[in-house]
């Protein structure tokens, strides 16, 4: 492999930097009108009445829908939705079907005219009055009423509960705290839109900001009553996700607008209303409680969580990691979900993981310094080569050359154990580290492979870039598995009448399609070998399939290489414009999130390929290290430098690898330092309503991010050895700085995010 690995730059980047990347909003379609949607003004109740008289009467008003009006939807039911691989709607809450409110914010009708501006004018005319009832709107408040599910997306959500009491009370050092972290939004830099196109009364188009093309069809399909495949779904270009780009009401919305009023309808959200609409990661309550031995093994981790949901089955899965992490005989993981009348919360990058990371590595760095032991021996003391829960091996683990190495590039061995011993003028420093984990996925895929006769490769499969590289790293995987330059690669993913492929979620997109990239390929060449071996003209002919090798854009016989032929020839001679290839990997059953419907052609049954998680348990790891500065005059805390070594698998692109895990560092940075929705605690509603008051890092409070791969193939995972690499990035990472921020200071702080008051 020559191209796979190659820090090479993204072949889509001149088009996104030149403006000529079409995202969703910019798809303008002929006689196309807009809709701007009206949102509830209470949390709780009941609409009593909608007078639409004055908005009618505005200029280039079109239709007002509401729930007196919509077009019905197919009503909520679970089993249906899950045989129809339409579960996954945002929130369960088919949109304007019914009069009753459930959140601040939520969607209570929609109004379309000629013009943006005209739709939105007018939907402030609308005059809404409710009945209002009292809403649930503070965790702490709730959690008294919490329920204890049992099972999150297939897993046993309680483990060992109250099992872990007695080794907790026979444990020689202790430690037992609370920690917090608030509710965050994903707010990435394109806000969702989509634009629906009708042909007839049964073919929809859709043009949406999603991070799987598939899925947005396919519920889509369900809740308009149409069949999957007359629903066509587009997104060649996605402004990044995070998770907050599944399928949500607004998208469904447009779709019953257009119908509506017969013409293809634009819907971009506001900036505001991501704040309400698209989901957000919930806060969390979160008590760990860790035993050791007197010679610092431990003899039990216990990880309580409290969150919230609301129109969902999703929770914040928090103590996801205090499953995988360090020998214990014994672990426990509780989840309390309280109800509250609050937007519903859903997966945000690395959803569990990321604040509970915080929990439960802030404690090991407790326990380490109670037992005068530095952290990273004290993990190192406790390390599993297994997982802890199922007893198998990991497919491939190298988490102490994570610590080691970093600890060697960051300067760890200059850190003081007790607090308070660095100095910089007015300012402490300190440093501080954590581990990293995240599940690594993979799911079934398919992908397509074509080349015409002047040797031009086409790449096709129903995946997403959603920023993370995809195009260009797909088309690194098709160079070297046809010999052929990347140059010569075209990619077409983001539309749903591609092949198949997972959503682009759980860091499962590359591990996924390039196993089926990589065998289309090989399928496309064993084509191209046939017709050579039975051309008489070719100097293959007549010799064996298996004696056949490939590179720089020919066949050869393996050890001759006189006897060669090119792809061009082979397709000229046999008068062949073009040649292609389906393939779809699968992983061994149960691995990962299976598509079974992901076949180049239904009546294909493709072979299982590693991935047996009935013998491995499949994880990254990594190593995150932060120096911070802390002015305890003022509480401020900046993050100084970061490093961060990671065992992903095989890297696919350094590039755009280290580009990953420095966004989800950054993402960290945002998480430990500012970032923070606030609700109003009468009504519910987020009161830091756009960028200005819902800070994210800027450039200045990003340090310099030093990154390393371990690189080191996963040979379980599939025949191309790599791993996700799209969440792991931020876990660890606030622990990681308020570690840090305690070796600076002394002070323990167990409340995100560190804002300057917490220093009072
Ligand atoms: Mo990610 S939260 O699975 O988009």
């Given at each position: ?38 949102r ?64 601040p914010g ?77 509710a965050?939004h994903h707010h ?81 959200l506001t900036r505001q209303m991501m704040q309400t609409n698209v989901g957000h ?62 937007s ?333 929705t606030e609700y ?5 509603n987020p009161v830091t309503r756009t960028l200005?008051d819902y ?66």
């Amino acid at each position: 492999m020559s191209e796979t690995g190659k820090p090479i730059n993204r072949i889509d980047g001149r088009m996104k930097v030149s403006g000529k990347a079409t995202y969703s909003a910019e798809f303008n379609q002929p006689n196309m009108v807009y809709a701007f949607p009206v949102r509830a003004t209470i949390a709780k109740g009941k609409i009593a009445s909608i007078d639409d008289v004055a908005a009618k009467k505005e200029p280039g008003v079109l239709a007002v829908i509401s729930y007196k009006n919509a077009l019905k939807l197919k009503p909520l039911d679970m089993q249906a939705q899950m045989k129809a691989g339409a579960a996954f709607l945002g929130e369960n809450l088919p949109p304007l079907q019914t009069n009753v409110v459930q959140y601040p914010g939520q969607f209570i009708a929609v109004v379309v005219a000629e013009t943006y501006e005209q739709a939105r004018a007018a939907a402030y005319k609308l005059k809404v009055r409710y009945t209002a009832e009292k809403a649930a709107v503070d965790l702490k408040t709730e959690i008294p009423n919490s329920k204890k599910p049992k099972m999150f997306m297939g897993e046993e959500a309680q483990v060992n509960e109250g099992k872990t009491a007695a080794p907790f009370a026979a444990a020689s050092q202790k430690v037992d705290h609370t920690y917090s972290t608030p509710a965050e939004h994903h707010h990435p830099m394109e806000p969702h839109a989509t634009i629906a196109v009708w042909d007839g009364t049964d073919k929809l188009t859709l043009y949406d900001a999603t991070q799987g093309v598939g899925l947005t069809g396919t519920i889509a399909a369900y809740f308009l009553g149409l069949k999957p495949e007359n629903v066509h779904v587009i997104a060649p270009f996605v402004g990044g996700g995070f998770g907050s780009k599944g399928l949500w009401l607004h998208t469904l919305m447009v779709a019953m607008a257009a119908k509506a009023v017969g013409r293809p309808v634009k819907l971009a959200l506001t900036r505001q209303m991501m704040q309400t609409n698209v989901g957000h990661r919930a806060a969390t309550i979160q008590k760990v409680a860790l035993g050791t031995d007197a010679a610092g093994k431990l003899s039990m981790i216990r990880h309580h969580t409290a969150t919230y949901n609301n129109l969902t089955q999703f929770f914040e899965p928090s103590g996801k990691q205090s499953l995988v992490l360090y020998q214990a005989p014994v672990r426990e993981v509780t989840y309390n979900i309280a109800h509250l009348d609050r937007s519903t919360p859903t997966f945000m990058r690395a959803p569990g993981e990321s604040p509970g990371t915080f929990a439960l590595e802030c404690a090991m760095d407790e326990m380490a310094y109670k037992l005068k032991v530095d952290p990273i021996e004290f993990r190192i003391t406790n390390h599993t080569t297994k997982d802890p829960m199922k007893g198998h091996d990991f497919s491939s683990e190298f988490l102490i050359d994570c610590y080691r190495i970093g600890a060697e590039k960051f300067g760890w061995s200059a850190r003081n154990m007790e607090p308070r011993q660095n100095r910089n003028g007015k300012y402490l420093v300190g440093y501080g580290m954590a581990t990293a984990t995240y599940p690594g996925g993979r799911s079934a895929a398919s992908v397509k492979v074509a080349m015409n006769a002047k040797g031009d490769v086409t790449v096709m499969t129903a995946s997403i870039d959603i920023g993370t590289g995809t195009y260009t790293v797909l088309a690194q995987t098709a160079a070297d598995a046809l010999g052929v330059p990347v140059d010569r690669i075209d990619v077409k993913i983001g539309d749903s009448s591609l092949p198949p492929a997972p959503l682009a979620g759980g860091s499962q997109t590359t591990a996924s399609i390039h196993p089926a990239a990589m065998e289309a390929c090989v399928l496309l060449r064993k084509e191209l070998a046939a017709l050579a071996i039975a051309d008489p003209d070719s100097k293959l002919n007549g010799r064996k399939p298996e004696e056949i090798g490939y590179g720089d854009g020919k066949l050869f016989v393996t050890g001759d290489d006189k006897k060669t032929d090119s792809y061009l020839n082979i397709l000229s001679r046999a008068k062949r414009s073009e040649i292609e290839a389906c393939a779809t990997t699968l992983p061994v059953s149960g691995a990962g999130l299976t598509v079974p419907s992901a076949l180049c052609t239904p009546s294909q049954t493709p072979p299982e390929q590693n991935s047996d998680i009935k013998q491995y348990a499949f994880h990254s790891f990594g190593a995150q290290f932060a120096e911070v500065w802390v002015d305890e005059d003022f509480g401020t805390i900046r993050v100084k430098r970061f490093t961060s070594v990671q065992d992903v698998g095989r890297i696919m692109n350094e590039k755009t690898a280290r580009s990953q895990i420095i966004g989800g560092v950054i993402f960290g940075i945002g998480a430990a330092l500012m970032e923070a929705t606030e609700y109003d605690k009468r009504w519910g509603n987020p009161v830091t309503r756009t960028l200005a008051d819902y800070h994210v890092p800027v450039h200045l409070d990003v340090p310099p991010i030093d990154v390393h791969f371990i690189g080191k193939p996963d040979p379980h995972i599939s025949p191309i050895g790599a791993r996700g690499i799209g969440e792991i990035g931020i876990t660890g990472v606030s622990a990681a700085i308020a570690n840090a921020v305690f070796n600076a200071t002394g002070k323990r702080l167990r409340d995100l995010p560190l804002t300057p008051e917490k220093f009072m």
